[in-house]
């Protein structure tokens, strides 16, 4: 495995976005994989980050983010 977050990450694009809509124009996939995109990055608690979003531990002081 080369890079075990980017295949965690396709293998959610794919189980979550692109296998439950049909595109009937690019534009349509473009507009839909943003918005999944957006609500993976920043509305989702990640287990890697002890349950906060993406944006709460970026406000937190630098001491207290995992390295």
């Known amino acids: ?9 396709n293998d959610s694009l794919r ?3 692109l296998n439950d809509h ?13 918005a ?3 609500d993976h990055n920043d509305h989702r608690p990640l287990s890697s980050l002890d ?3 993406l944006p709460e531990y970026h406000k ?8």
């Open 51 to 53: 349950g906060l979003i």
């Open 60 to 67: 937190r002081p630098r001491e207290d983010q995992k390295t």
């Open 15 to 17: 189980d979550e976005c």
């Open 1 to 9: 495995m080369q890079n075990g977050l980017a295949k965690s990450f």
């Open 36 to 38: 999944w995109r957006a």
């Open 22 to 34: 049909r595109f009937p124009t690019l534009r349509h996939a473009r507009h839909l994989i943003a």
